[in-house]
Structures are given as C-alpha cells and as structure tokens.
C-alpha cells in the first residue's frame, strides 16, 4: 500500500535526496511529487533550495540527478555557437557526445525576449535519442527555430584535447560559426 501522507518541509526534502541517492536514474518532478504527495512547483521549490545548500542536484531533460562527480576535477567548459536547422539537431548532438563531451544547455538571442536557455544534459546516445523523442512527443519547437537556426551551447568535456576535437568536428560539418573559452 502506497504511503499517501504528505511529506512536509525538511522531512520532504531529506526524502528528495534519499530517493535522488538510491535511484540510479533521473527523476522526473512528476514523480517525485507523486511520491511525496506535493505539487510539482513544490517539487521544483524544494530542489532549488537543497541547490542553493550544495547539494549536486542535475536538473536534466529526462528528471532530476544526484551528481556522483563531487570530487572530481572540474571539466573543461567552452560556449559554442552555432547553426542549423531543426532537422539537424540529431548529429549536431550525436557528434558531440561521440567525442565524449556532454551538452550542457541550448541558449538563443531573441531579438524580442532576450536571452532564452534551457538545459539538454546529454552525455551519450541514449540521452541524446531520449531528448529528441521527448522534443517529438511533445511536439516542442527547438529554441533555434526562433532565431533562424543560430544558437548556443555550452560544451563540457574532461580535457582541452576532447573539446577541440569536438569543435574541430563541429566545424568540419559546417555547424560552427565561433567559439569562445568560458573562465
């Protein structure tokens, strides 16, 4: 029988980072809500507080990660910007997680709204097909079809040498319009 109580406060919290510990794989604020009998906002409340407090909580598009690499050394970070249409979106990213680098967000320049962004957090294949499918079953534009294909991402990898693959990658395919090291 489900516990249908409601979890409340630091007890909800402590709950969050027990499930985030014991559970391998993302989880969804969906999820998380319904087991802690709460609202997604709260939900999404909630992680932006253990955040703030340190915890290495990743928010991806497939739900939320604890991060395992606390005590890592801090990856090699550069922004990319590039251009394409929607359609090429797949090896845009497949050729990136391929050179072992994970894509950390997309950013566009709305002439209007500003600067747009949102996570991607893919590191491999599957994540990259799980991302696609979620743009496709929930019929979402992609942030560059607002700005004519051009956008950003900021790249992770565990060395100079991978990142400058990539981008020599990126280049090669035509993708690439500049990139720049973030400090």
Request: hydrophobic share 35%.
């Amino acid at each position: 029988m489900t516990d249908r109580r409601k979890w409340l406060g630091e007890e909800r919290r402590e709950k969050i980072m027990n499930l985030l510990e014991q559970t391998p794989s993302p989880l969804t604020g969906a999820v998380l809500s319904e087991t802690l009998n709460v609202s997604r906002q709260v939900i999404v409340q909630d992680i932006s507080l253990l955040k703030a407090r340190n915890y290495p909580i990743l928010a991806t598009s497939q739900g939320y990660v604890l991060s395992k690499d606390k005590l890592t050394i801090q990856p090699y970070t550069r922004v990319v910007t590039c251009c394409h249409n929607s359609e090429r979106t797949e090896e845009e990213l497949l050729l990136l997680v391929d050179h072992g680098i994970t894509v950390k967000d997309v950013k566009v320049k709305h002439p209007v709204y500003g600067d747009i962004s949102s996570p991607v957090m893919v590191s491999n294949r599957k994540e990259v097909y799980q991302f696609l499918k979620k743009i496709k079953d929930t019929r979402a534009p992609y942030l560059l079809e607002l700005t004519n294909g051009v956008h950003l991402h900021t790249l992770e990898g565990k060395s100079e040498d991978d990142l400058n693959d990539a981008i020599a990658a990126l280049s090669e395919a035509g993708i690439l319009i500049q990139e720049e090291k973030v400090k």
